[in-house]
């Protein structure tokens, strides 16, 4: 199986903040790589597909990159509504698998 | 608009059966590859299957393999979960998920393999 680490777990930011997260993948799996933001009680959102295409409606402080087994979703400046947890997922290779998720809080 | 709403979860024995629902609407259901992917209380999500868009092919986490098994009815515009022999670690919130991929041929596959729609999730309990 393909294992996906996500880091950090847990980020506390401030608005208006640049925050970063990284997916590292525990083999190439070239630019297959997909970005999901979950909100409480709420199920998950898609963000980004092929590390870094922008899925139609998401904002575009969002942004994906990487390749092979580095990715890395950069929230540009982190709004109010950005608070959430986000997942990395790989499409490529069965059984498909999710990062363990990282944790974005207030400051 | 796309929509997916799940329907079937509830609180069930270990060793019993449930079948989940996931009736679809704002897209034409048969095209499109569909999975279930599952929460755990406060966990990471779980991928556990696909099926192609035309029912033929099903693919399973090796978790659930032998104990669960994906259908779909493309004339009632609905993807079913039916769970037999229920573990106490199968309680999670239960998702359907539509792949993005239009497919019209078999060289489609599963689709492309991330999920573009979600429902809102229903929750199965696994308890004596």
């Known amino acids: 199986d393909i294992q996906l680490t996500q880091s950090p777990s847990f980020l506390s930011a401030s608005v208006g903040d640049r925050v970063t997260i990284t997916c590292r993948a525990s083999?190439?799996?070239?630019?297959?790589l997909a970005w999901y933001q979950q909100k409480p009680g709420k199920a998950p959102n898609l963000l980004i597909y092929?590390?870094?295409t922008l899925q139609s409606g998401v904002p575009s402080r969002f942004s994906g990159s990487g390749s092979g087994t580095e990715f890395t979703l950069t929230i540009s400046s982190l709004q109010p509504e950005d608070f959430a947890t986000y997942y990395c997922?790989?499409?490529?290779?069965?059984?498909?698998?999710f990062g363990g998720g990282t944790k974005v809080e207030i400051k | 608009q796309v929509q997916l709403v799940e329907s079937g979860g509830g609180v069930v024995q270990p060793g019993r059966s449930l079948r989940l629902s996931c009736a679809v609407s704002?897209?034409?259901?048969?095209?499109?590859?569909m999975h279930w992917v599952r929460q755990a209380p406060g966990k990471g999500l779980e991928w556990v299957a696909v099926?192609?868009?035309?029912?033929?092919?099903?693919y399973y986490a090796d978790s659930v393999k032998g104990r669960f098994t994906i259908f779909r009815d493309n004339s009632k515009n609905t993807l079913y979960l039916q769970m037999n022999s229920l573990r106490a670690e199968d309680t999670a919130i239960y998702y359907c998920?539509?792949?993005?991929?239009?497919?019209?041929?078999?060289?489609?596959?599963?689709?492309?393999?991330?999920?573009?729609?979600w429902g809102q999730g229903t929750l199965v309990t696994v308890s004596s």
């Open positions: 998920a539509k792949d993005p991929r239009y497919c019209t041929t078999v060289t489609c596959g599963y689709g492309r393999g991330y999920f573009d729609y």
């Open positions: 092929a590390a870094s």
């Open positions: 997922q790989q499409p490529n290779t069965f059984p498909l698998t």
């Open positions: 099926i192609s868009y035309d029912g033929r092919s099903q």
């Open positions: 083999q190439d799996i070239s630019s297959y």
């Open positions: 704002g897209f034409t259901f048969s095209n499109y590859a």
